[in-house]
């Protein structure tokens, strides 16, 4: 949604508006596994954990709830990517400290992405 009506638009606030919330969403996405450890990466750990307040997604959703989290991150990242190459001179500056920032919260996609 934000890289189709904001990085992709033709107004120029709009596009920087885009790629500063793209990052912003990275950013979040990066809190939100550091806070539930349990929806991280640590999948393999299931069996000692605590009882949690809510009840802990199964082994098949939390493979989809991963997988749709790095879609998130992959989608993010090209948005940005592609708003590196835009015309505007402003909108590529704000591009660039988006990247930065992403590729801060994501560096092993980012190296994937460039390779």
Do not use: M
């Amino acid at each position: 949604l934000l890289s189709d009506d904001y990085v992709r638009s033709t107004s120029e606030d709009a596009r920087k508006g885009g790629v500063v919330a793209l990052a912003a969403c990275a950013i979040g996405l990066k809190k939100w596994n550091e806070n539930h450890p349990n929806n991280a990466s640590s999948s393999s750990n299931n069996s000692t954990t605590t009882l949690p307040l809510s009840p802990s997604p199964s082994p098949l959703e939390h493979s989809s709830f991963e997988e749709a989290v790095l879609e998130c991150k992959d989608l993010i990242l090209a948005s940005v990517i592609h708003a590196c190459q835009d015309h505007s001179q402003r909108v590529r500056y704000y591009a660039t400290e988006s990247l930065f920032n992403v590729v801060k919260v994501i560096p092993t996609l980012a190296v994937q992405h460039f390779l």
